[in-house]
């Protein structure tokens, strides 16, 4: 009877520490991705820069006060050379190095010559311009 009655205490002790209370929480966060397509013609060159410098500013309305202040916005290339892989940026990229900034309403992404020989603006490209929400933490 003893050995009943334990194993029963037992087992009604791990069925309330298994059933107890727990927090749910939706660590999910929308995202939106926006494809542009750049044409080498779209390229302005930044004529104060040390090197051969090269500027596309990319209109993103959504781009809000809130993803500017909380959010992430992600940047990345795709080439007609590689169509099958996304260049994140920054990064050197062929003949370029590839930044970019952001502020609210656009995104500028910056292609700086790195080649031999004289400039020449980067070739058409997909830009993908990802904005994730995110709650702050501070």
């Given at each position: 009877?003893?050995?009943?009655?334990?194993?029963?205490?037992?087992?009604?002790?791990?069925?309330?520490?298994?059933?107890?209370?727990?927090?749910?929480?939706?660590?999910?966060?929308?995202?939106?991705?926006?494809?542009?397509?750049?044409?080498?013609?779209?390229?302005?060159?930044?004529?104060?820069?040390?090197?051969?410098?090269?500027?596309?500013?990319?209109?993103?309305?959504?781009?809000?006060?809130?993803?500017?202040?909380?959010?992430?916005?992600?940047?990345?290339?795709?080439?007609?050379?590689?169509?099958?892989?996304?260049?994140?940026?920054?990064?050197?990229?062929?003949?370029?190095?590839?930044?970019?900034n952001?502020?609210?309403?656009?995104?500028?992404?910056?292609?700086?010559?790195?080649?031999?020989?004289?400039?020449?603006k980067?070739?058409?490209?997909?830009v993908?311009?990802?904005?994730t929400?995110?709650?702050?933490?501070?």
């Amino acid at each position: 009877m003893k050995k009943l009655l334990l194993a029963l205490a037992i087992g009604t002790a791990s069925l309330v520490s298994f059933s107890s209370c727990t927090k749910e929480t939706n660590n999910y966060t929308n995202g939106y991705s926006y494809v542009y397509t750049v044409e080498s013609s779209q390229w302005k060159a930044i004529p104060e820069a040390n090197r051969p410098t090269y500027e596309v500013v990319i209109d993103v309305p959504d781009l809000d006060k809130q993803y500017f202040e909380d959010g992430e916005v992600s940047v990345a290339a795709l080439f007609a050379g590689n169509p099958d892989f996304y260049e994140i940026i920054p990064g050197s990229i062929g003949d370029y190095h590839f930044s970019a900034n952001y502020g609210i309403g656009s995104v500028a992404v910056y292609a700086e010559y790195r080649g031999p020989g004289s400039a020449v603006k980067p070739e058409k490209m997909l830009v993908k311009i990802v904005l994730t929400d995110a709650l702050p933490g501070n």
